[in-house]
């Protein structure tokens, strides 16, 4: 979940747990009035908790490369089987498995087979 809407519903489940019951609850609520103030509260506080511990709050997503086929590079390309990371981004967990084959010919070329981080 990414931060804006895990903000969105951390601030929608407040009001839901303030706002309703709050009013019900000042107004010498009957046995129907103060069930509906409990149920809202607990739906306000149920969605709460969820947001919160949802992973990733930053929108990270996990990278996984299964299976890939070949690559091959020449003149300068670049060949990779996996997972490609430039300068080490990425937050996230990466999972390479059983990748293809990489090749690389030629002056400048390069080639990886699994993830590469530069």
Request: aromatic share 4%; hydrophobic share 40%.
């Amino acid at each position: 979940m990414s931060r804006g809407w895990k903000t969105t519903v951390v601030v929608l489940a407040v009001a839901g747990i303030v706002s309703t019951p709050l009013v019900w609850l000042l107004d010498s609520p009957d046995a129907g009035q103060l069930t509906g103030a409990t149920v809202q509260a607990a739906a306000g506080i149920a969605a709460l908790v969820w947001a919160l511990w949802q992973q990733r709050p930053d929108g990270r997503t996990d990278d996984t490369a299964v299976r890939t086929g070949r690559a091959r590079a020449e003149g300068g390309g670049r060949a990779v089987t996996g997972i490609r990371r430039p300068d080490g981004r990425g937050g996230g967990p990466a999972r390479a498995e059983h990748t293809g084959d990489a090749e690389a010919t030629g002056e400048g070329s390069s080639a990886t087979s699994g993830i590469d981080y530069s």
